[in-house]
């Protein structure tokens, strides 16, 4: 199969590459279009070429499956040779996104041309790489070295209508057409090939403190393809074109041998599976979706509201109080005029989305949605008085959601009639910014009302994975285990202060007592008390119930277990608390010791991960890349290690976590620490993977 026609319009040669779903450059593609080169030179009549992509979008980059891979065809390098060095004018016309070596081979040719609203960037950064085929020599030359070196290092795409000299010139319609005729209007000046390389920059083009700036703040986060983009785009500035080229390639080198490039690109296709079900019947498809109807209108509902609102669907957001609902109306409308100050929105597209939100105080208004999304109080009774009345009033066929974070879905679906269209989606606070939804299915889900939940989910730009029905779903429960072992270790001899730091120091974006704090001791404090007794350890509630009972409910009555200054989110250490955990301690009889950062790590990360396998295992995560992908993008795990899973397997190994384990075991006691007997057999020698069960 060829990836893509060449025709012959006249005097131009159009190339276009056809490789669904986002002509990735893999080794065809390269194939393709040093043979359409090839095929061009040998017909004298041709005087010019146009590169263009079939489908939704021009080249979206390198072909990620095949990195490093050394797969046949010309390299990168060959194929921007030709293009650079070719003897007729090339002219790029670029659509969707051109994206990573997309871009890059756009840059090496002479002319580009794009349509409005198609966007450009270089998001190898993201895949733990730098954009290895001459991106980071030659967009600063057209871009400027300041704006290039933040494209490079964001990872972020520009649109191109903001993108100066690198796109000669932008249309509103029938872009492969005005690129032939400009094609043809180059062929009959007679213009030459022109070539980026030959664009130098001069120590006056750029602040020289820049790199040093990019390197401070890159640094902080440990991302080292970061820190690699910012000593090529500075070779770019200083190097001469051929010297910056070598750079760069040294640069790519050092960055795939780099574990974060490994973990990184693991993410990328976890993210992309997460949201595949094994084993639904062939013929289940996604119902359709076109007005969204949601219960409550708190700080979850407003989120999930613009969330939906701003992916183009009309929402009905219900509350039986005007209160909530005068609130709910304010906070959208500042938040969309807060997008507007900050330069994030137009005016009119920020009101068009505030107007797809309309109010609703009966639940008769939702009677036409397709899909209602139940965000009220976390409470049982609460959730099934709910979804009785709903099943009344909504029509058959449409899908009812809860956004439970704990609750049993099954319990919820069976105050319905419908127990079939009843699932989860999890949304993430705040939930117009987080990118995970958890599609919690119930025992009686419906193939095709799982199928909908995902889609919507895409739809509205989340990162859906989904969840069996056991309590906390994925994360919340995972994240219990590794709550457990922070409480233990306040107990045993540490500090939140410390604990926080070496979990922070590991990557994570938050310490778990700083999180505590956020999200309020109040929310735990209640469900300790819900809990059947006996499924947890009892000491570990002394500390923070003694904190609530003490009024020290968080950031919100500024101290927790840290104390905060009037209008400061910044924690302070607190003697208070050291007291009252020392005094704990005291009274259980433990006797405290010293504990160092790596026994706080693995204490708190194995234990994640332990129950990560017991969710496998259960069959209530599909996949171990699931987890991963629930647990970098809702808590805060660091991308560069690729998830806990991917962590323990190919950072530690699983020989090693289970050894680990059972050190915990006879130190600290065996309750928590069995491995779990699918950790165990994976551990084994010959298998060390986690991957997926399902
Ligand atoms: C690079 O270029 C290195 C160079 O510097 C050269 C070095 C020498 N390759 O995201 P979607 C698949 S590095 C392979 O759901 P959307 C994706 O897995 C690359 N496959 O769609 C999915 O497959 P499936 C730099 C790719 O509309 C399907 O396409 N480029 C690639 O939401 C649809 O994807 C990037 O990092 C790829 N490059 O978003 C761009 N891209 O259906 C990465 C996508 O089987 N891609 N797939 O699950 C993206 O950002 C988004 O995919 C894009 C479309 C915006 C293009």
Redesign the pocket.
Same mark, same amino acid.
């Given at each position: 199969v060829t990836a893509g026609t060449f025709e012959k319009r006249g005097q131009v040669a159009l190339v276009t590459v056809d490789n669904p /779903? *986002?002509n &990735? *450059?893999s080794g065809a593609v390269r194939t393709f279009i040093a043979k359409s080169l090839s095929d061009t030179l040998a017909d004298p009549r041709l005087g010019a070429v146009v590169l263009a992509c079939a489908g @939704?979008?021009f080249m &979206? #980059?390198?072909?990620? &499956?095949e990195?490093g891979t050394g797969v046949a065809g010309p390299s990168?390098a060959e194929l921007i040779r030709l293009l650079d060095a070719f003897p007729l004018p090339v002219v790029a016309a670029i659509h969707g996104?051109a994206?990573? #070596?997309?871009l890059?081979l756009a840059l090496a040719c002479h002319f580009r041309i794009a349509i409005k609203g198609a966007r450009i960037g270089? /998001?190898?950064v993201?895949?733990g790489?730098? /954009? #290895? &085929?001459q #991106?980071t020599q030659r967009l600063p030359r057209l871009l400027g070295v300041a704006r290039a070196l933040d494209m490079i290092t964001s990872g972020e795409p520009i649109d191109v209508e903001a993108a100066g000299r690198v796109i000669d010139r932008v249309v509103s319609e029938d872009l492969v057409g005005s690129a032939l005729a400009f094609a043809r209007t180059l062929v009959r000046s007679g213009a030459q090939p022109r070539s980026v390389r030959d664009i130098s920059i001069s120590r006056s083009d750029y602040d020289p403190g820049l790199f040093e700036d990019a390197r401070q703040k890159a640094q902080r986060s440990g991302h080292f393809a970061r820190l690699r983009a910012i000593d090529a785009v500075e070779a770019a500035a200083t190097l001469p074109f051929d010297m910056g080229v070598r750079r760069e390639l040294d640069l790519?080198g050092e960055c795939f041998r780099h574990p974060q490039s490994k973990a990184l690109r693991h993410l990328?296709?976890a993210e @992309?599976?997460a949201g595949r079900v094994p084993g639904l019947p062939a013929g289940a498809s996604p119902r359709r979706v076109e007005r969204v109807g949601i219960v409550g209108a708190g700080t979850m509902g407003v989120g999930i509201a613009m969330s939906l609102a701003n992916a183009g669907l009309p929402v009905t957001l219900l509350d039986t109080s005007e209160e909530a609902l005068d609130r709910a109306m304010a906070a959208i409308a500042s938040t969309y005029v807060g997008s507007v100050q900050r330069g994030r929105l137009g005016a009119a597209e920020a009101a068009a989305r505030q107007a797809r939100v309309k109010r609703a105080n009966d639940m008769g208004s939702l009677a036409d949605c397709d899909l209602v999304i139940e965000a009220a109080f976390e409470a049982m009774e609460v959730k099934r008085a709910i979804f009785g009345a709903l099943d009344a009033v909504i029509r058959p066929g449409a899908i009812l959601t809860t956004n439970t974070s704990y609750l049993s879905v099954d319990a919820i679906a069976a105050a319905t009639g419908r127990p079939g269209d009843v699932l989860g989606l999890h949304f993430f606070a705040p939930a117009n910014v987080m990118r995970l939804c958890e599609v919690v299915r119930g025992s009686q889900t419906s193939a095709d009302a799982l199928l909908t939940a995902v889609q919507l989910a895409r739809r509205i730009g989340k990162a859906p994975v989904v969840a069996g029905d056991s309590p906390g779903f994925i994360g919340n429960r995972m994240i219990q285990a590794y709550g457990r072992e922070a409480a233990l270790l306040l107990l045993e001899g540490a500090l939140p202060e410390q604990v926080d730091a070496a979990l922070t120091g590991f990557g994570m974006a938050m310490g778990v007592f700083r999180m505590h704090d956020m999200s309020g001791l109040d929310i735990g404090y209640r469900a300790r008390r819900n809990r059947p007794p006996g499924s947890s350890d009892a000491r570990i509630g002394l500390v923070p119930d003694r904190l609530v009972e003490a009024g020290r409910l968080g950031l919100k009555s500024r101290c927790g277990y840290y104390e905060y200054d009037e209008g400061s989110r910044e924690p302070r250490p607190s003697s208070f608390t050291r007291d009252l955990i020392l005094a704990a301690s005291a009274e259980l009889g433990m006797k405290r010791r010293s504990i160092d950062d790596a026994e706080i790590i693995d204490r708190c990360l194995l234990a994640l991960v332990n129950e990560g396998f017991a969710l496998l295992r259960e069959g209530n995560a599909y996949r171990s890349g699931d987890i991963d992908t629930v647990y970098v993008n809702g808590y805060g795990f660091p991308a560069t290690l690729g998830g806990p899973m991917f962590w323990a397997e190919h950072m530690v190994g699983l020989d090693r976590v289970v050894q680990r384990m059972r050190e915990f075991a006879n130190a600290v006691g065996d309750r928590w620490w069995q491995p779990d007997p699918l950790l165990v057999d994976r551990a084994a020698p010959g298998k060390r993977t986690a991957h997926a069960v399902a």
């Open positions: /779903p *986002v &990735a *450059v @939704r979008t &979206a #980059g390198a072909d990620i &499956a990195l990168f996104t994206l990573g #070596g997309g890059e270089l /998001p190898e993201k895949l790489i730098i /954009p #290895g &085929a #991106g790519i990328f296709f @992309r599976q």
